[in-house]
């Protein structure tokens, strides 16, 4: 991940509060938007180029996936994560 921040032209990068914004508008939205569309209706405006910084986060880290026609949605399940790992019946290879 960090090797993608840096090999881009990053004129902005974006403050918390905005990466939570856009985290909140698309675990609200899952499944509603492409990426374009997205960014236009997000609740406060911003540079699209710090809209994708953002976006190639959570994609990178698993939280967002896009299926085969483009629409976003929210994957990133803590929860689910740590009730499968507890089962002892599971094996983790």
């Known amino acids: 991940m960090a090797q993608i921040l840096l090999q881009k032209n990053i004129?902005?990068?974006p403050q918390l509060d905005t990466?939570?914004?856009?985290?909140?508008?698309?675990?609200?939205?899952s499944g509603e938007y492409k990426k374009k569309s997205l960014w236009e209706?997000?609740?406060?405006?911003?540079?699209?180029?710090?809209?994708?910084?953002?976006?190639d986060y959570l994609l990178d880290s698993n939280k967002i996936a896009l299926d085969r026609e483009g629409h976003i949605a929210w994957?990133?399940?803590?929860?689910g994560v740590k009730k499968y790992l507890a089962r002892k019946d599971l094996i983790w290879k």
């Open 11 to 13: 004129l902005h990068y």
């Open 19 to 29: 990466v939570l914004m856009v985290e909140g508008f698309i675990i609200k939205h």
């Open 41 to 55: 209706n997000l609740p406060r405006k911003m540079m699209y180029q710090t809209f994708c910084v953002i976006f």
């Open 75 to 79: 994957i990133w399940d803590p929860e």
